[in-house]
C-alpha cells in the first residue's frame, strides 16, 4: 500500500459512511458519532505509530486498520437499532463481511490484507488469539490501544451532557441503577478485564470501562490515560462505596506501574 492507496480508501469510506445519513435527526447524531469516532481512532493509532517508531509503510497499514475497524457499526445500527453485539451480532464479523462484499481491500497484499482483517477481527474480542504471529499481535494489540483511548473520550463526554441528552444506544440499554455487580467489582480487584457477560447496571459498564487499562499493551497508552485522567472522570460519575474506591485503586496502581 502507498498513500495514494490510503486516500483512496478513505474516500470510499466517507461515500460509504454517508449512505447511512436520514432525515432522522437522531439517526444521524448516532452516525456521526461512529464517524467522529473513526476518525480519532486514526490520530491515535498515528500518535501511537509514531511514538513507537513504525515506518511509513507500516503506519499507512496502521491507519487503514483504524479506519475500517467500526465498519460494521453502521449497519449494526441501520438494521438492529444497538450497538450492543450480544443484542445483534458482533459488529467486527458484520464490518469484515461487508468489507469483502464491496472487494475493499483489493489494493492490499496478501499480507496487508491479512494483518488489517485479524486487527479488525480481534479489536472488540475479550481475548486475542495465542497462536498468531508476533506482527500480527502487534498490530492486533495496536488497534485495541488506539480504539480504547477514543472511547473512553467519547463516553466521558457522553457522561458530561446524558442529563441533557441521553441516548440508550450508547447505553447498550442498561438501566441507570445505582447498583455495581459484585463480578465487576471483582474483575478490577483482581486486575482482570470485567466480562460483557457481567453487565447488568450502567454503573457495571462505568466499571468495565475502568478495567480497559488492564488490557493496553504499549508505554504511550498508559502515558495517554494518565495525562488525559481517564480513570478519575469516569470514576467522578460512578456513586461512592468502599468497594469501588478500593477496585479503582487498583487501575490506578496499575497504569503507573506500566509509565
Known sequence: ?????????????????????????????????????????????????????????????????????????????????????????NHARLGLREMATYDVLAVCSRDEKRWIEKAIAYHNAATIPEDEDEKTLFYIRLLRDADKLDIWKVLIDYYKERDEQPNPVVEIGLPDDPACSPEIIAAIRERRLARIQDLRTLNDFKLLQISWVFDLNFVPSFQAVKTCEYIEQIKATLPYSKEITEAVKQAHDHVNNHM
Not at 461512529?34 to 498515528?46: A, D, G, L, Q
Not at 513504525?54 to 475497524?69: A, C, K, N, R, V
Open 1 to 89: 500500500m502507498n498513500p495514494k492507496d490510503l486516500k483512496h480508501l478513505k474516500t470510499w469510506f466517507a461515500d460509504y459512511v454517508a449512505g447511512f445519513y436520514t432525515d432522522d435527526p437522531a439517526n444521524n447524531r448516532t452516525v456521526r458519532l461512529k464517524e467522529k469516532h473513526t476518525k480519532r481512532v486514526c490520530e491515535n493509532i498515528i500518535m501511537l505509530g509514531n511514538a513507537l517508531d513504525l515506518s511509513d509503510q507500516e503506519m499507512i497499514l496502521t491507519e487503514t486498520m483504524g479506519l475500517f475497524h467500526d465498519i460494521g457499526r453502521f449497519k449494526q445500527y441501520a438494521v438492529y437499532g444497538t450497538f450492543n453485539d450480544m443484542a445483534s451480532e
